[in-house]
């Protein structure tokens, strides 16, 4: 099974300013199969990225994701009050199981 | 618009089963696999299994895969994870969503909480 590692734990930053967030998968993602998902207390999971750089509907576009491999990015640009969220990598693919990241707290 | 809408909170006793349904509309709904995850309280996502709601095909979760079932009845287009032999570690918010087609997570349920005590 793949492992996720997701680094750091928790962003201290604020508004305005950017956001790197870090996936590391423990064997390569050769299909790129790797989505990132944004979490709000009390909401369910929101799909921001798929196929590791493409973003999903209705995304703005200060969301990036980037990496190949094992080594995968989401990048905030600039961050809005509304992003200071939990956001968790996901591998997926025809091949189960699906495997999340433990996440990574981005908090003002 | 996708819309996977979710049973209601649930309270059962320790050794129980538990059968949480997700009624899916706005899309065919054999076109897409049905996942299930869960999240225990203050924790992180957990893949617990999916099934292919053409033809009924499912995967789980190793963990799971003694004591887990999912169904579907396509003529009301709802999917049902069903959990036994509950104990307090499976307290938890279970979500149902939808695959985009391998398996991201387009659309979710609005989750149900299962809290297992005696």
């Known amino acids: 099974e793949i492992v996720l590692t997701q680094s750091p734990g928790t962003l201290s930053l604020s508004p305005g300013e950017g956001a790197t967030l870090s996936c590391r998968a423990s064997q390569s993602l050769s299909d790129n199969f790797l989505a990132w998902y944004q979490q709000k207390p009390g909401q369910a999971p929101r799909l921001l990225i798929y196929?590791?750089?493409s973003r999903a509907t209705a995304i703005p576009d200060r969301f990036s994701g980037s990496g190949s491999g094992t080594d995968f990015t989401l990048t905030i640009s600039r961050l809005e009050p509304e992003d200071f969220a939990v956001y968790y990598c996901q591998r997926y693919g025809t091949s189960p199981p699906l495997t999340f990241g433990g996440g990574t707290k981005v908090e003002t | 618009q996708v819309q996977l809408v979710q049973s209601g909170a649930e309270v059962k006793k320790p050794g129980a089963s538990v059968k949480v349904s997700c009624k899916a509309s706005?899309?065919?709904?054999?076109?897409?696999?049905i996942h299930w995850v869960r999240q225990a309280p203050r924790q992180g996502l957990e893949w617990v299994g999916r099934?292919?709601?053409?033809?009924?095909?499912?995967s789980y979760a190793q963990k799971f895969q003694d004591r887990v079932t999912m169904t579907r009845d396509t003529s009301i287009s709802t999917a049902y994870m069903e959990l036994s032999s509950l104990s307090s570690d499976d307290t938890a918010l279970y979500y149902c969503a939808r695959s985009g087609g391998l398996g991201e997570l387009v659309a979710w349920g609005q989750g149900t909480l299962v809290t297992v005590s005696s």
């Open positions: 196929g590791a750089s």
């Open positions: 099934i292919n709601p053409n033809n009924g095909d499912t």
């Open positions: 706005g899309y065919t709904f054999t076109d897409y696999f």
